[in-house]
Protein backbone atom coordinates (compact mmCIF):
# COMPACT_ATOMS: atom_id res chain seq x y z
CA UNK A 1 0.00 0.00 0.00
CA UNK A 2 3.26 2.30 0.71
CA UNK A 3 4.68 1.77 -2.36
CA UNK A 4 1.38 2.60 -4.31
CA UNK A 5 0.79 6.01 -2.63
CA UNK A 6 4.73 6.40 -3.36
CA UNK A 7 4.46 5.64 -6.95
CA UNK A 8 1.31 7.98 -7.16
CA UNK A 9 3.02 10.73 -5.79
CA UNK A 10 6.03 10.59 -7.74
CA UNK A 11 3.61 10.67 -10.89
CA UNK A 12 1.28 13.78 -9.70
CA UNK A 13 4.81 15.54 -9.13
CA UNK A 14 6.26 14.80 -12.47
CA UNK A 15 3.23 15.90 -14.36
CA UNK A 16 2.76 18.90 -12.44
CA UNK A 17 6.05 20.26 -12.90
CA UNK A 18 5.32 21.28 -16.40
CA UNK A 19 8.76 20.43 -17.02
CA UNK A 20 7.42 17.95 -19.86
CA UNK A 21 6.58 20.89 -22.34
CA UNK A 22 9.65 23.32 -21.85
CA UNK A 23 10.81 25.40 -24.29
CA UNK A 24 13.98 27.29 -24.14
CA UNK A 25 13.81 30.75 -25.27
CA UNK A 26 17.53 32.40 -25.86
CA UNK A 27 17.42 36.50 -26.18
CA UNK A 28 20.20 38.42 -26.77
CA UNK A 29 21.08 41.57 -24.43
CA UNK A 30 24.06 43.56 -22.64
CA UNK A 31 25.01 43.23 -19.22
CA UNK A 32 28.19 45.43 -17.38
CA UNK A 33 31.07 43.56 -16.70
CA UNK A 34 34.48 45.41 -15.43
CA UNK A 35 32.29 49.11 -16.17
CA UNK A 36 32.01 48.04 -20.19
CA UNK A 37 29.00 46.57 -22.13
CA UNK A 38 29.57 43.31 -22.49
CA UNK A 39 26.71 41.41 -25.26
CA UNK A 40 25.50 37.60 -24.86
CA UNK A 41 22.96 35.68 -24.85
CA UNK A 42 20.49 35.05 -21.95
CA UNK A 43 17.81 32.48 -20.67
CA UNK A 44 15.45 32.34 -18.06
CA UNK A 45 15.02 28.91 -16.97
CA UNK A 46 12.17 27.06 -14.78
CA UNK A 47 12.86 24.63 -12.70
CA UNK A 48 14.85 25.01 -8.84
CA UNK A 49 16.74 27.97 -8.99
CA UNK A 50 19.84 26.03 -6.96
CA UNK A 51 19.70 23.45 -9.24
CA UNK A 52 19.97 25.52 -12.37
CA UNK A 53 23.37 27.40 -10.78
CA UNK A 54 24.73 24.08 -9.59
CA UNK A 55 24.14 23.23 -13.55
CA UNK A 56 25.30 26.29 -14.98
CA UNK A 57 28.90 26.41 -12.91
CA UNK A 58 29.27 22.96 -13.74
CA UNK A 59 28.65 23.71 -17.55
CA UNK A 60 30.38 27.11 -17.50
CA UNK A 61 33.81 25.02 -15.98
CA UNK A 62 33.68 22.36 -18.62
CA UNK A 63 33.73 24.86 -21.01
CA UNK A 64 37.56 26.18 -20.01
CA UNK A 65 39.81 28.23 -17.32
CA UNK A 66 37.28 29.87 -14.77
CA UNK A 67 37.89 32.77 -12.61
CA UNK A 68 35.26 34.30 -10.57
CA UNK A 69 34.62 37.96 -11.23
CA UNK A 70 32.73 39.64 -9.00
CA UNK A 71 29.22 38.11 -9.58
CA UNK A 72 30.35 36.67 -12.82
CA UNK A 73 32.91 33.73 -13.72
CA UNK A 74 35.73 34.68 -16.56
CA UNK A 75 36.12 31.66 -18.89
CA UNK A 76 39.44 32.16 -20.53
CA UNK A 77 40.34 29.51 -24.08
CA UNK A 78 37.02 28.54 -24.08
CA UNK A 79 35.68 26.01 -26.32
CA UNK A 80 32.98 26.89 -28.28
CA UNK A 81 31.58 24.71 -30.72
CA UNK A 82 34.68 22.66 -31.22
CA UNK A 83 36.65 25.33 -31.24
CA UNK A 84 39.27 26.34 -28.59
CA UNK A 85 39.71 30.48 -28.88
CA UNK A 86 43.67 30.50 -26.71
CA UNK A 87 43.14 34.38 -26.54
CA UNK A 88 38.81 34.80 -26.02
CA UNK A 89 37.48 35.33 -22.68
CA UNK A 90 33.54 34.95 -22.01
CA UNK A 91 31.65 35.84 -19.27
CA UNK A 92 29.32 33.48 -17.31
CA UNK A 93 26.83 34.31 -14.62
CA UNK A 94 23.44 32.82 -13.27
CA UNK A 95 20.96 34.22 -11.16
CA UNK A 96 17.41 33.20 -9.72
CA UNK A 97 15.43 31.80 -6.61
CA UNK A 98 12.53 29.58 -5.90
CA UNK A 99 10.98 28.10 -9.28
CA UNK A 100 12.90 30.55 -11.91
CA UNK A 101 16.62 31.30 -12.82
CA UNK A 102 18.42 32.76 -15.48
CA UNK A 103 21.84 32.17 -16.92
CA UNK A 104 23.85 34.51 -19.60
CA UNK A 105 26.63 33.61 -21.47
CA UNK A 106 28.63 37.01 -23.19
CA UNK A 107 31.60 38.61 -24.01
CA UNK A 108 33.46 42.19 -24.39
CA UNK A 109 34.88 42.42 -27.73
CA UNK A 110 37.33 44.30 -26.90
CA UNK A 111 39.42 41.22 -25.37
CA UNK A 112 38.89 38.97 -28.72
CA UNK A 113 40.89 38.44 -31.65
CA UNK A 114 38.95 36.88 -34.37
CA UNK A 115 37.51 38.25 -38.13
CA UNK A 116 34.74 36.79 -37.44
CA UNK A 117 32.99 38.12 -34.14
CA UNK A 118 29.03 37.17 -35.15
CA UNK A 119 30.72 33.59 -35.40
CA UNK A 120 31.26 33.69 -31.51
CA UNK A 121 28.10 35.16 -30.84
CA UNK A 122 26.50 32.61 -32.77
CA UNK A 123 28.32 29.84 -30.58
CA UNK A 124 27.77 31.72 -27.53
CA UNK A 125 23.69 31.43 -28.09
CA UNK A 126 23.93 28.06 -28.87
CA UNK A 127 25.89 26.92 -25.90
CA UNK A 128 23.11 28.91 -24.07
CA UNK A 129 20.41 26.75 -25.58
CA UNK A 130 22.35 23.62 -25.58
CA UNK A 131 22.46 23.86 -21.58
CA UNK A 132 18.73 24.77 -21.05
CA UNK A 133 18.00 21.38 -23.42
CA UNK A 134 20.56 19.63 -21.49
CA UNK A 135 19.10 20.65 -18.26
CA UNK A 136 15.62 20.50 -18.40
CA UNK A 137 16.37 16.54 -20.20
CA UNK A 138 18.21 16.07 -17.33
CA UNK A 139 15.70 17.41 -14.47
CA UNK A 140 13.28 15.46 -16.51
CA UNK A 141 15.40 12.28 -15.88
CA UNK A 142 15.47 12.38 -12.48
CA UNK A 143 11.39 12.35 -12.70
CA UNK A 144 11.93 9.13 -15.01
CA UNK A 145 14.29 7.43 -12.58
CA UNK A 146 11.93 7.98 -9.71
CA UNK A 147 9.05 7.30 -11.33
CA UNK A 148 11.26 4.10 -12.34
CA UNK A 149 11.74 3.32 -8.66
CA UNK A 150 8.86 3.56 -7.81
CA UNK A 151 6.97 1.19 -10.55
CA UNK A 152 9.93 -1.06 -9.62
CA UNK A 153 8.84 -0.89 -6.13
CA UNK A 154 5.07 -1.66 -7.15
CA UNK A 155 6.36 -4.72 -9.19
CA UNK A 156 8.40 -5.96 -6.36
CA UNK A 157 5.27 -5.43 -4.37
CA UNK A 158 3.51 -7.07 -7.10
CA UNK A 159 5.76 -10.22 -6.72
CA UNK A 160 5.54 -10.80 -3.39
CA UNK A 161 1.82 -10.46 -2.99
CA UNK A 162 1.87 -13.18 -5.84
CA UNK A 163 3.95 -15.59 -4.01
CA UNK A 164 2.24 -15.38 -0.52
CA UNK A 165 -0.97 -15.61 -2.49
CA UNK A 166 0.60 -18.99 -3.96
CA UNK A 167 1.96 -19.59 -0.14
CA UNK A 168 -1.64 -19.07 0.80
CA UNK A 169 -3.66 -21.52 -1.70
CA UNK A 170 -1.23 -24.26 -0.35
CA UNK A 171 -1.65 -23.61 2.92
CA UNK A 172 -5.61 -23.78 2.04
CA UNK A 173 -5.77 -26.57 -0.27
CA UNK A 174 -3.69 -28.32 2.91
CA UNK A 175 -6.25 -27.05 5.41
CA UNK A 176 -9.51 -28.28 3.83
CA UNK A 177 -7.63 -31.28 3.12
CA UNK A 178 -6.86 -32.19 7.16
CA UNK A 179 -10.24 -31.05 7.31
CA UNK A 180 -11.42 -33.67 5.72
CA UNK A 181 -9.39 -36.00 7.54
CA UNK A 182 -10.40 -34.78 10.50
CA UNK A 183 -13.80 -34.54 9.82
CA UNK A 184 -13.41 -38.35 8.83
CA UNK A 185 -11.50 -39.46 12.07
CA UNK A 186 -14.41 -37.83 14.15
CA UNK A 187 -16.74 -39.92 12.10
CA UNK A 188 -15.11 -42.84 12.63
CA UNK A 189 -14.69 -41.66 16.43
CA UNK A 190 -18.50 -41.24 17.05
CA UNK A 191 -18.95 -44.82 15.18
CA UNK A 192 -16.32 -45.95 17.47
CA UNK A 193 -17.74 -44.29 20.38
CA UNK A 194 -21.01 -45.42 20.05
CA UNK A 195 -19.77 -49.58 19.39
CA UNK A 196 -17.65 -49.17 22.75
CA UNK A 197 -20.65 -47.54 24.72
CA UNK A 198 -22.80 -51.04 23.25
CA UNK A 199 -19.69 -53.37 24.24
CA UNK A 200 -19.38 -52.04 27.67
CA UNK A 201 -23.29 -52.41 28.12
CA UNK A 202 -23.25 -55.85 26.92
CA UNK A 203 -20.03 -56.70 29.13
CA UNK A 204 -21.96 -55.14 32.48
CA UNK A 205 -24.91 -57.18 31.33
CA UNK A 206 -22.92 -60.46 31.21
CA UNK A 207 -20.71 -59.42 34.59
CA UNK A 208 -24.78 -59.42 36.37
CA UNK A 209 -25.68 -62.55 34.76
CA UNK A 210 -22.49 -64.38 35.39
CA UNK A 211 -23.09 -62.90 39.09
CA UNK A 212 -26.13 -64.24 39.17
CA UNK A 213 -25.54 -67.46 38.02
CA UNK A 214 -22.65 -68.01 40.65
CA UNK A 215 -24.93 -68.54 43.21
CA UNK A 216 -26.42 -71.62 42.95
CA UNK A 217 -23.68 -72.70 42.02
CA UNK A 218 -21.71 -71.70 45.54
CA UNK A 219 -24.68 -73.22 47.21
CA UNK A 220 -24.22 -76.55 45.19
CA UNK A 221 -20.00 -76.65 45.98
CA UNK A 222 -20.64 -75.45 49.89
CA UNK A 223 -23.45 -78.81 49.88
CA UNK A 224 -20.45 -80.65 48.96
CA UNK A 225 -18.14 -79.60 51.09
CA UNK A 226 -20.39 -80.06 54.01
CA UNK A 227 -21.06 -84.21 52.63
CA UNK A 228 -17.49 -84.57 52.53
CA UNK A 229 -16.98 -82.78 56.12
CA UNK A 230 -19.76 -85.57 57.42
CA UNK A 231 -18.02 -88.80 56.10
CA UNK A 232 -15.85 -90.73 58.46
Known sequence: MKQNKFFIAVLLLACGSG???????????????????????????????????????????????????????????????????????????????????????????????????????????????????????????????EAQQAVEAVERSQTRLLNQNKDLANKLTSNEAEKVRLEKQLENNVLEHAALTTRLENNRKAQDSVAAAMIPIRKVLEMYQEKQRKVN
Open 19 to 145: LWAQKVSVNKNTEKVRGENATGYVAELSGPAEAVMSAWNKYVREMGKGKAVGEYVSVSQPALGGTVYEKGIVYAKVSGRGQTATVWLGLLEGEWSVNDISLVYKELEQTVYRFGVKFYRDQIQLQID
